[in-house]
């Protein structure tokens, strides 16, 4: 178990200005050590000059990024991460009583600290703002977080204009922004899964020769990379043989990164937007998206299930006998890609069922 910091003394709570739905998420320098400690002539200085410098860096902080590590975490599901205030507190908003509920209880299990100092120290930061080591203490407060619950229950129902919403007006603009990434993207994808297509036959001819007879179907990438390098070791095995394969591998991994910046450039974005500025559909929408990312990112991990993967299109391309071994292997090039565009059009639909006319 993590060792428990000492709390900050009520006594030293920054000032902030909390609206309604909203807690604070305050920061206290614990631990620092200055990069030239002779500059600073005391302890002292250097701690009050690397606060007012952490609060400039902090103030001009993507918080996208911060949430990104939230949810490569799995936790802050439903939080928002709207701003700096007053240097060292992060104004925090929840889409329900659930989301205030949850970064409470990292707080209460000790965890909050850490992915606190996860979300906001690393070498940029400490390059910065002039530290060889900065250690963050994270808190919350009881009566925030009572009150926040009681007016969260109170407004449950009421919706919010994204036009009153600076910050979800910037996030839109992102997505906007994401979409045109994307069209780059899959295009270079494209060119990758025509190119896996027209050499298809070759593919399989050349998976033949180097399988042993004995395996009749191909249930894991991780089984099937197995083989390929047993097969590599093997003498008299023509180089031009793996061609193909190696092509095959080189495509699935340009498929992991483009859904893994696919998460980042749209998912962390739409994360940051406050479902009281959605409606039904969009909410529904962001799910789907957040659902299609999820499924897709597992379908491609090596111990994946090859046999539940299959893309339709391509099943006749295969022999009947022969779909065991392979059509869960090839089905997941133009599966994934379809995925990635699926992503893309529910982003567009997402943003035009806003009511308001933004200018995005």
């Known amino acids: 178990m993590e060792d428990e910091l000492p709390e900050v003394k009520d ?24 990069e030239h400690p002779k500059e600073y002539g005391s302890d002292h200085f250097f701690l009050m ?21 939230m949810e490569s975490k799995n936790v802050g599901k439903g939080v928002i991460l709207e701003k700096f205030e007053h240097g ?20 209460c299990t000790n965890k909050l600290t850490p992915i606190v100092q996860d979300m906001f120290v690393d070498e940029v930061m400490l390059k910065t703002v002039g530290a060889v080591r900065v250690t963050l203490q994270a808190k919350l407060y009881e009566d925030e977080y009572t ?29 906007r922004e994401a979409q045109k990434q994307i069209v780059e993207m899959t295009c270079n994808l494209r060119d990758e899964e025509t190119q896996f297509e027209q050499n298809l036959s070759t593919f399989i001819l050349n998976v033949k020769q180097i399988l042993p007879t004995n395996i009749l179907a191909i249930n894991t990438l991780k089984e099937f990379h197995t083989n390929i ?57 962001k799910k789907s998206i957040k659902d299609t990312l999820t499924e897709t990112v597992n379908m491609l991990k090596v111990d994946s299930d090859l046999q539940r993967v299959n893309y339709k299109e391509w099943e006749g391309k295969i022999l ?40 995005v």
């Open 11 to 34: 006594d030293s709570r920054a000032f902030f200005q909390r609206k309604e739905g909203r807690m604070g998420l305050y920061l206290e320098i614990y631990d620092a050590k200055a």
């Open 49 to 69: 000059s690397l606060k007012e410098k952490l609060a400039e860096y902090l103030d001009d902080f993507d918080l996208v990024k911060a949430k990104g590590i």
């Open 88 to 107: 060292l507190v992060l104004s925090l908003a929840f889409d329900n009583t659930e989301a205030v509920e949850g970064i409470w209880k990292l707080q």
């Open 147 to 175: 009150v926040c619950k009681t007016e969260l229950l109170s407004t449950a129902m009421d919706r919010l204009s994204l036009k009153k919403s600076q910050n979800g007006i910037s996030m839109v603009k992102r997505l």
């Open 229 to 285: 390098k047993i097969a590599k070791g093997t003498k008299g095995v023509k180089a031009e043989t793996f061609e193909t394969i190696d092509h095959y591998f080189r495509t699935l991994q340009q498929l992991r990164k483009a859904l893994a910046q696919v998460e980042r450039i749209v998912w962390y974005p739409l994360s940051q937007i406050h479902a009281a500025c959605e409606n039904e559909s969009q909410k529904t929408t």
């Open 320 to 359: 009947f006998r022969e779909q065991k071994l392979f059509l869960g292997l090839v089905s997941l090039v133009p599966l994934a890609l379809e995925k990635i565009l699926d992503i893309d059009h529910m982003v567009d639909e997402y943003i035009t069922d806003f009511p308001d006319r933004i200018k």
